[in-house]
């Protein structure tokens, strides 16, 4: 039983290790927001809105005795909301998660346009749209087109770890780059609005909810 605590906390400090060099919680970072560290004690959504500004991907896990605070959470997308007292298994199971988030971050959407092979990151993905026989590829820098189906896009991405819904016949978009959700519109990071067609409404707001459901870890 010692053995297997030990190997658990030998791993669990190779997993947060990774996490500080992947993730870029790093001492420097955080004296970026040396002010706000004192807000954490008061106000941790306030001080996530200030590393979202800089990282929009970075993993973010709240550890609060307050459960209220989950709802206005979601706005900053944290990774895990762990509500105290919380038991090391809880701990150990969402470094592990963490990890496999991170390891699979690197994975690529692959594609051909004019005899050219090229690759993005599935995780800058904001939203694929197709337009006749075009497909356009939106991230926040820039939109990349090739020839191709959503239908086609859309299962290719289902071995990936990222989350995409189809909004729409025409819209294929990231979860992690929603930043609202109303009943017929989905707002982007970029700030755009995207439709989502009338029999989609209530599998998206299913859908939508029970990922939002996935960062609450309690007792």
């Not at 592990?96 to 594609?111: G, L, Q």
């Not at 086609?152 to 770890?161: G, N, T, V």
């Amino acid at each position: 039983m010692e053995s297997r605590i030990k190997m658990l906390r030998e791993k669990r400090g190779l997993i947060q290790e990774l996490l500080a060099v992947e993730i870029g919680v790093t001492q420097q970072m955080l004296s970026k927001y040396e002010k706000d560290i004192t807000i954490i004690k008061v106000d941790g959504i306030t001080v996530a809105r200030k590393i979202r500004e800089t990282d929009k991907n970075v993993l973010i896990i709240y550890v609060t005795s307050h459960e209220s605070y989950m709802q206005e959470s979601f706005s900053v997308r944290p990774f895990r909301f762990l509500v105290k007292p919380v038991e090391e298994k809880q701990i150990a199971g969402c470094l592990e998660a963490a990890y496999e988030e991170i390891s699979s971050a690197d994975s690529y959407f692959r594609y051909s346009y004019q005899r050219l092979n090229c690759k993005i990151p599935v995780r800058d993905i904001l939203y694929f749209e197709s337009k006749r026989r075009k497909v356009y590829i939106v991230t926040e820098k820039e939109t990349f087109e090739f020839y191709g189906k959503l239908n086609e896009i859309e299962e290719s991405l289902r071995a990936s770890k990222g989350i995409f819904l189809r909004i729409h016949q025409s819209f294929l978009i990231n979860y992690k780059h929603i930043k609202g959700l109303a009943y017929d519109f989905a707002v982007m990071d970029n700030e755009e609005r995207l439709s989502i067609s009338e029999d989609r409404r209530k599998l998206i707001s299913k859908q939508y909810c029970a990922m939002e459901d996935t960062f609450y870890v309690g007792m």
